[in-house]
């Protein structure tokens, strides 16, 4: 996750796009795994906003962050609820 959202903030504009994001962490399915993964996509998502935090740092200063995230999924009853 980590390289494809700093592949993002280093090429933007860009998009990143999770096809079936249900299956990253199932509603009920409550692993150490599926935790970390959730965690980490929502630390992502937060950290491109924070210049000098996680991969914000990456960017120009000046230039307005332009990524946008998009997600599927095709069960959203089984979406986890922090998604």
């Known amino acids: 996750l980590l390289r ?3 592949a993002a903030v280093e090429s933007q504009p860009s ?4 096809d079936d994001i249900d ?3 199932p509603s009920g399915y409550n692993d150490s795994v ?6 980490t996509l929502i630390r ?4 491109i906003n924070l ?7 990456l960017r120009n200063k000046s230039q307005d ?4 995230i998009l997600a599927t999924t095709s069960r959203i ?3 986890h609820k922090d998604l």
């Open 77 to 79: 009853e089984a979406l």
């Open 51 to 57: 210049p000098g935090l996680g991969i914000g740092h």
């Open 44 to 47: 992502l998502i937060d950290a």
């Open 34 to 39: 599926s935790s970390h993964v959730v965690n």
């Open 4 to 6: 494809i959202f700093r």
């Open 23 to 25: 299956a990253i962490s």
């Open 15 to 18: 998009i990143i796009f999770f």
């Open 65 to 68: 962050i332009c990524i946008a």
